[in-house]
């Protein structure tokens, strides 16, 4: 099994930039993607960025990008660097994991969730 802790994260301003980081525990060799979904007030989680642990190949949804960047370290974790903040970003971000046989192109797909960092962008 493998388990996420997210940090960073904070009150932005619209245009600004944010940071955060997943770091995974537990089977992190079982790890096939990992991936950030932030979930809107009202509204469901919804993949922004996903990334494939082998190969470092990397997928973002029409809305973020050229904006936002998702990478890993080898320290088993992964960042994703938000710039150009708009208010439309804001929500709880929730990074997520699949071991081979799953995927992160949805939550469905999705094997481990982590807590969630909130990220309210003012305008």
């Known amino acids: 099994h493998v388990r996420l802790a997210e940090s960073g994260g904070a009150s932005v301003q619209a245009g600004g930039p944010l940071r955060l980081s997943c770091r995974a525990s537990?089977?992190?060799?079982?790890?096939?993607?990992m991936a950030w979904f932030p979930q809107a007030p009202g509204k469901e989680r919804e993949r922004v960025a996903h990334?494939?642990?082998?190969?470092?190949?990397t997928s973002y949804s029409d809305s973020v990008k050229g904006r936002f960047t998702i990478s890993q370290d080898e320290a088993n974790t992964v960042h994703l660097e938000m710039n150009s903040l708009q208010p439309e970003d804001t929500g709880t971000y929730y990074c997520a994991a699949s071991t081979w046989g799953g995927g992160c192109s949805t939550g469905d797909d999705v094997g481990s969730w982590g807590p969630g960092r909130p990220v309210p962008v003012s305008s």
């Open positions: 990334i494939h642990i082998r190969g470092g190949s």
């Open positions: 537990g089977d992190t060799y079982s790890r096939y993607c």
